[in-house]
């Protein structure tokens, strides 16, 4: 996932897609639907918002609308995932609709968190197990019944898990902050084959360099250098994969300035060369 604004279409399942996904490594990116991700084995780095945690086995975490959010496995994860649209909960615009979480993670052990997280992390650990159940077994209305497991979910967050007020000034702040990256990103999406710098992206939003950079830093989880690496060697990826175009081309047109660059950030970020999967 390379775009950093996601836009789902209605797959063959409706509304709620779960399954499990093994070493998932996603740059930053936000979508109105909310992410729900339980890490089954191994470790994944995940970010959201400004706050970024390493998960290990039966800890979780809920990426709600709008949230800015990326996972980055380096070695090995399995996790069950769900995703599904906030119109389930009659909210077209975005859930929940009045303030996010204060945290959006469930984790430790049950000796360092609260009884009540604990019992409410395994009450979500049930749901999204029955969901996945009923999803591979595919019996009739599995469907219905997978949409209603997520009501449930919705449904026990809200009542059991704090939330931040959207009236305070710093929360007021936070969103706007949120905003710009929102803005920021989907340029980046836009313009990575041209020669971008810092200050192109700081003034894109109207900020100096040094509290853009501070500001991409903590919402995207990554220096600016190095997201838009990443986000070139996608690109580069999708081409090199489904082209036939020569490498020296498909670098340039992924806004490499040389050879040499794309195959040394290439290698950097998959492991290998580009003309390795050729």
Same mark, same amino acid.
């Given at each position: 996932?390379?775009?950093? /604004? &996601?836009? !789902?279409?209605?797959?063959?399942?409706?509304? @709620?897609?779960?399954?499990?996904? =093994?070493?998932?490594?996603? #740059?930053?990116?936000?979508?109105?639907?909310?992410?729900?991700?339980?890490?089954?084995?191994?470790?994944?780095?995940?970010?959201?918002?400004?706050?970024?945690?390493?998960?290990?086995?039966?800890?979780?975490?809920?990426?709600?609308?709008?949230?800015?959010?990326?996972?980055?496995?380096?070695?090995?994860?399995?996790?069950?995932?769900?995703?599904?649209?906030?119109?389930?909960?009659?909210?077209?615009?975005?859930?929940?609709?009045?303030?996010?979480?204060?945290?959006?993670?469930?984790?430790?052990?049950?000796?360092?968190?609260?009884?009540?997280?604990?019992?409410?992390?395994?009450?979500?650990?049930?749901?999204?197990?029955?969901?996945?159940?009923? /999803? &591979?077994? !595919?019996?009739?209305?599995?469907?219905?019944? @997978?949409?209603?497991?997520?009501? =449930?979910?919705?449904?026990? #967050?809200?009542?059991?898990?704090?939330?931040?007020?959207?009236?305070?000034?710093?929360?007021?702040?936070?969103?706007?902050?949120?905003?710009?990256?929102?803005?920021?990103?989907?340029?980046?999406?836009?313009?990575?084959?041209?020669?971008?710098?810092?200050?192109?992206?700081?003034?894109?939003?109207?900020?100096?360099?040094?509290?853009?950079?501070?500001?991409?830093?903590?919402?995207?989880?990554?220096?600016?250098?190095?997201?838009?690496?990443?986000?070139?060697?996608?690109?580069?990826?999708?081409?090199?994969?489904?082209?036939?175009?020569?490498?020296?081309?498909?670098?340039?047109?992924?806004?490499?300035?040389?050879?040499?660059?794309?195959?040394?950030?290439?290698?950097?970020?998959?492991?290998?060369?580009?003309?390795?999967?050729?």
């Amino acid at each position: 996932m390379f775009a950093f /604004r &996601e836009n !789902r279409s209605r797959g063959a399942h409706g509304p @709620v897609e779960i399954g499990l996904h =093994e070493n998932m490594s996603f #740059l930053a990116h936000w979508h109105t639907e909310i992410e729900i991700i339980q890490v089954l084995q191994g470790e994944m780095q995940v970010g959201i918002n400004r706050e970024v945690r390493t998960l290990g086995p039966g800890d979780m975490a809920v990426a709600s609308s709008r949230d800015i959010h990326f996972y980055e496995t380096k070695e090995f994860s399995l996790a069950v995932m769900s995703i599904f649209r906030p119109e389930i909960l009659d909210c077209p615009g975005g859930w929940p609709v009045d303030g996010g979480f204060v945290t959006p993670f469930f984790c430790g052990s049950s000796d360092d968190i609260t009884e009540t997280a604990a019992d409410v992390r395994h009450e979500v650990e049930r749901i999204l197990h029955e969901a996945l159940r009923e /999803r &591979e077994e !595919r019996r009739e209305a599995y469907d219905l019944i @997978v949409r209603s497991r997520m009501l =449930e979910l919705c449904a026990l #967050l809200l009542r059991h898990l704090p939330r931040s007020r959207p009236d305070t000034s710093e929360e007021r702040r936070r969103l706007r902050q949120l905003e710009r990256m929102h803005v920021v990103l989907d340029y980046l999406e836009s313009h990575f084959m041209y020669d971008l710098t810092p200050r192109d992206a700081a003034s894109h939003v109207s900020l100096s360099v040094f509290h853009f950079s501070r500001l991409f830093q903590e919402a995207i989880g990554m220096s600016f250098k190095r997201y838009l690496g990443n986000l070139r060697v996608g690109k580069a990826l999708v081409m090199l994969k489904d082209t036939d175009l020569p490498v020296t081309r498909i670098a340039s047109e992924c806004g490499f300035d040389s050879i040499r660059t794309f195959n040394r950030v290439f290698q950097a970020v998959k492991g290998c060369t580009p003309s390795s999967l050729r």
